[in-house]
């Protein structure tokens, strides 16, 4: 985990509101050279463009809590996501993004992948995404999936690939396919499914992979207990004035690894990001602990 420059302080003092991130040496992670915040934002409710608060939403990421990483799908509203995140970033500092997109399987095939990798840079409007990863495994051809990212790679397409879905046994696959250079897994974790954090967590970390959470405060897709009806859990958190996705996004983060979520409301934004004094957070953990375990074996990874 990397120091945070100054220059991210220099910043918070000039935003408005109180809130801050929660422990400052967390925002960044520094891997293979590149400067990755610890959290991110997915744009998979983007799709309508009709919500004011996103441009908001999106600048306050930035510049208040030093957020770069936006994740984004050809699959999410079929482009329409890229599309209107593209036009949120229009006039943005490109080098102070790190845009996140992903091929389907069934577009990564012959006389397809560059055909759909040239449509999603345009929908972006950039002329490079910093990492581009294959949506799930599914049928796709693995070589096949690896000689065109190297290829786009070199085309300056993109400037890292990797995978998204991928259990221990698959990344196994994806290294006998030549695929030892994957920069990243994007998987689902989080306190409702902790299944990664026994097994393929420690593997993607032994192997030099990036691990990367989607849906880290839990999905509509996917059936999952409400922790806000969970009565010990937020008894424990009233007195400390800390939301519950606060203390969830902290839990990820704390395993290196970078926990998109999603959110439209900059004051929504602000209460996942509280700070939380380390003390408290340490007893809010126990309980969060108790209350949603780890499996007690590893189990096959949860997919949306």
């Given amino acids: 985990m990397a120091g945070i420059p100054a220059f991210f302080i220099d910043i918070h003092a000039l935003c408005s509101r109180e809130t801050l991130y929660y ?16 959290l991110g934002l997915g744009t998979i409710g983007f799709w309508s463009g009709a919500n004011a608060g996103l441009e908001a939403c999106i600048r306050r990421a930035m510049d208040c809590y030093g957020i770069n990483v936006f994740d984004t799908a050809e699959m999410y509203g079929d482009g329409l996501c890229e599309t209107a995140l593209g036009r949120l970033i229009k006039d943005m500092d490109r080098s102070s993004l790190f845009l996140v997109d992903k091929i389907l ?18 929908r972006l409007g950039v002329d490079e995404i910093d990492l581009y990863l294959l949506h799930w495994r599914e049928d796709a051809e693995l070589s096949f999936v690896v000689d065109k990212m190297h290829e786009a790679m070199k085309q300056g ?11 221990v046994n698959d990344l196994n696959d994806l290294f006998e396919a030549g695929g030892r250079d994957c920069f990243c897994n994007q998987i689902f974790c989080c306190l409702y499914e902790r299944g990664a954090e026994l097994d393929l967590i420690p593997f993607m970390k032994e192997h030099d992979i990036l691990p990367m959470a989607y849906s880290s405060l839990g999905s509509g897709y996917a059936a999952h207990p409400d922790i806000r009806k969970n009565e010990r859990i937020m008894k ?3 007195p400390h004035d800390v939301t519950p996705e606060a203390v969830m996004l902290r839990m990820n983060t704390e395993l290196d690894m970078v926990s998109l979520f999603g959110t439209s409301s900059v004051n929504h934004l602000d209460d996942n990001l509280r700070k939380i004094d380390d003390e408290v957070y340490a007893k809010l953990k126990e309980i969060f602990d108790r ?13 949306i």
């Fill in 236 to 238: 424990a958190l009233k």
């Fill in 157 to 167: 397409k993109i400037r890292h690939w990797g995978v998204s879905n991928f259990d």
């Fill in 291 to 303: 209350e949603y375990p780890q499996p007690p074996h590893p189990v096959p990874l949860a997919k």
């Fill in 105 to 122: 399987p069934e577009n990564a095939i012959p006389g397809y992948f560059e055909r759909s990798l040239d449509r999603s840079l345009e």
């Fill in 23 to 38: 422990d400052l040496d967390m925002k960044e992670i520094l891997f293979r050279n590149e400067r990755i915040s610890a």
